[in-house]
Nanobody, 119 residues
Framework: QVHVVESGGGLVQAGGSLGLSCDASGSSSSRYAMAWYRQAPGKQRELVASITGAGSARYADFVKGRFTISSSYKYTVYLQMNRLSPEDTAVYYC??????????????WGKGILVTVSS
């Protein structure tokens, strides 16, 4: 069974930095991707950044130049968040996605972790 666990987060002042980590366990897939999503109160969940197992990263426009996604170890992803603003306040979710030829991809989500940016 695949488990996805986020860590980090917390409270930070506007302009500050924070890091989030995510670890996925229970999978042996060689083709996978990991991503960070966020959901602010009253808003839909939105993609923040993603990275493939090969290290190809993509970012939402609203975090380009401020957030960096990286993966130093297999099934682990880190999100460095700089120049945070109150608009970044949200619950951040990690998604682990595996790919198998000729079959739908499988998605596994963490429970989410709260990031609060005070003004």
């Amino acid at each position: 069974q695949v488990h996805v666990v986020e860590s980090g987060g917390g409270l930070v002042q506007a302009g500050g930095s924070l890091g989030l980590s995510c670890d996925a366990s229970g999978s042996s897939s060689s083709r996978y991707a990991m991503a960070w999503y966020r959901q602010a109160p009253g808003k839909q969940r939105e993609l923040v950044a993603s990275i493939t197992g090969a290290g190809s990263a993509r970012y939402a426009d609203f975090v380009k130049g401020r957030f960096t996604i990286s993966s130093s170890y297999k099934y682990t992803v880190y999100l460095q968040m700089n120049r945070l603003s109150p608009e970044d306040t949200a619950v951040y979710y990690c998604k682990f996605q595996t790919f198998v030829p000729s079959a739908p991809s499988a998605e596994y989500w963490g429970k989410g972790i709260l990031v609060t940016v005070s003004s």
